[in-house]
């Protein structure tokens, strides 16, 4: 019997589909919104058995399907389960949020330390600045490794956008300057994550939409 897994983050909506433990297939789109649309678009391209059970989790609207709910720690215990992981914490990098998880010996979540509420450094503003700048997402990782890293005002979103702007209209930075300014951002909030949750080694284990920007996961590892 198939089985599929929805989560429902502040940007996109993923679905899974397993049978007898293989898994048959995967996608993630964004939803802006629109999350039953986003959810029929899947389908439409990837038709499930009649009967087959699904679970839902996610941040935003999973009590919008009528199946089966859970919290997303959960699911993370589950997968590193049966994936036979074994880690001391995960970072869990959205669009919205920034939450570490820390593990322990036997795999379970026993603290959680979650992200700001201030915009900056997430993904969604992080996508924000791009499409300013009249980019997408799929351009970031042709980003080349030497454009500069630009100390920008952290304190809150507007500061953050304003120094991005001030900085292209003046010619002081280019596209791919910000884009890799930002993202050493990030990196700088998730390592300043791990030292409040206490992990100065052993091995994290990175989930979210964010890790698809090698940069981010290459800035991490640099400062870990």
Not at 6 to 33: F, Q, T, Y
Not at 78 to 91: P, Q, S
Not at 142 to 154: G, M, Q, R, W
Request: charge should be positive; charged fraction near 25%.
């Amino acid at each position: 019997m198939q089985s599929v897994g929805i989560n429902i983050g502040s940007s996109s909506l993923k679905m899974a589909c397993v049978s007898d433990g293989k898994l048959l297939w995967a996608e993630s789109i964004p939803h802006e919104g629109n999350f039953h649309e986003a959810a029929e678009k899947i389908l439409s391209a990837h038709p499930i058995e009649s009967g087959a059970k699904a679970l839902a989790t996610g941040t935003e609207g999973r009590f919008l399907f009528s199946v089966n709910k859970t919290v997303e720690p959960l699911c993370i215990e589950e997968a590193l389960r049966r994936l036979n992981l074994k880690a001391d914490a995960i970072v869990s990098l959205g669009g919205e949020d920034l939450v570490v998880y820390t593990l322990s010996d036997e795999g379970r979540i026993i603290n959680n330390f979650s992200g700001s509420k201030c915009a900056s450094g997430t993904g969604e503003f992080f996508k924000q600045q791009l499409a300013r700048m009249d980019m997408k997402l799929e351009d970031v990782n042709s980003v080349p490794d030497t454009a500069k890293i630009l100390e920008l005002s952290t304190r809150c979103s507007v500061f953050m956008k304003s120094d991005c702007t001030h900085r292209l209209n003046k010619g002081e930075a280019t596209k791919e300057d910000i884009v890799l300014s930002l993202s050493n951002v990030m990196a700088v909030k998730v390592i300043d994550f791990l030292k409040k949750a206490r992990i100065s080694k052993g091995k994290v284990i990175l989930v979210g939409g964010i890790t698809r920007n090698r940069h981010i996961i290459r800035f991490i590892k640099e400062k870990a």
